[in-house]
């Protein structure tokens, strides 16, 4: 039996449609945003489109089950199904998605936008490339020092920074219910150990003001600590953040 024109069509579509999800969730593994799988869904109706009615006859054989459908005296069931049943359940699902809904907006936020390639801060310009802790060398160099060092940037911490991301740094401090979005929990192994340490002095330095645009809609109300600590303080917070939680800073050139 020949399958119709209609329904080849719709089953071309849907072979294209399941085959894009199959690539991308099954064999890439990664998630195609709707938007895009959209975007390739309206070329390729377009062009299932153009192919199916390329001839007259084509044509007149793709529509031909919508015609019978509205023409044909004995389809009269059908027509009711199709012109009755269907709008209204197109009315139900608008009507649906007209009800106010309480659920918070799907945008998503850049949470670790890229740096800029330099930061200006205390009368300087840093390039951010190739800023390193220079505290760091101490880990090897001099023990005892590095330790010192740790110490001096927990009182930092303490004193500055534990209000919003909690003493323990899982960012429950108590100011962090109040905050959208809310501060960084620095234990979980997808904040300051995916970093740089350069990338950690920018963000701290520069703080909520200091995001590009990707990073809005929202408004991040960590403060610009370059007003308030030296660049000394800062490093060895940072060293103190990594002490802390057990992370390795990110070097350049690592994957
Ligand atoms: C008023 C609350 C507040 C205080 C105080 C605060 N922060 Fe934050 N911080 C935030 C919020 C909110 C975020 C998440 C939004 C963002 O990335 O800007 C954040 C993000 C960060 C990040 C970015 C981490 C990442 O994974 O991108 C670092 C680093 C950081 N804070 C360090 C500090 C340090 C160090 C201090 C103390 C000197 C401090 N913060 C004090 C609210 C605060």
């Not at 390729?44 to 089950?65: C, D, I, Y």
């Not at 890229?114 to 300087?124: F, T, V, W």
């Amino acid at each position: 039996m020949k399958i119709p024109r209609l329904l080849q069509a719709v089953l071309v579509l849907l072979g294209v449609y399941f085959g894009f999800i199959l690539l991308f969730d099954v064999i890439l593994k990664q998630v195609i945003p709707s938007s895009l799988l959209n975007m390739y869904m309206f070329f390729v109706v377009a062009g299932v489109f153009m192919v199916f009615t390329f001839t007259e006859e084509g044509a007149k054989e793709l529509l031909a089950p919508i015609k019978a459908l509205v023409e044909d005296p004995n389809n009269k069931t059908n027509r009711n199904i199709v012109f009755i049943i269907l709008p209204l359940l197109g009315g139900a699902y608008t009507y649906n998605k007209l009800l106010p809904s309480f659920d918070a907006p799907v945008e998503l936020r850049t949470i670790h936008p890229a740096p800029p390639a330099s930061l200006k801060a205390y009368g300087k310009r840093y390039d951010i490339l190739n800023l390193e802790n220079p505290y760091r060398k101490f880990e090897k160099e001099d023990p005892e020092r590095f330790k010192e060092l740790i110490a001096e940037g927990g009182a930092v911490y303490i004193r500055n920074c534990q209000y919003c991301h909690g003493d323990k740094l899982d960012g429950k401090g108590p100011y962090a219910q109040g905050l959208n979005p809310m501060p960084m929990n620095f234990q979980d192994v997808g904040t300051i150990a995916q970093l740089q340490e350069s990338y950690l002095f920018w963000r701290i330095a520069s703080g909520g003001p200091g995001l590009p645009k990707e990073a809005s809609p929202w408004i991040s109300s960590m403060p610009v600590w370059q007003d308030f600590l030296s660049e000394e303080e800062i490093w060895k917070v940072i060293l103190y953040l990594y002490d802390y939680t057990g992370h390795r800073p990110r070097t350049w050139g690592e994957e």
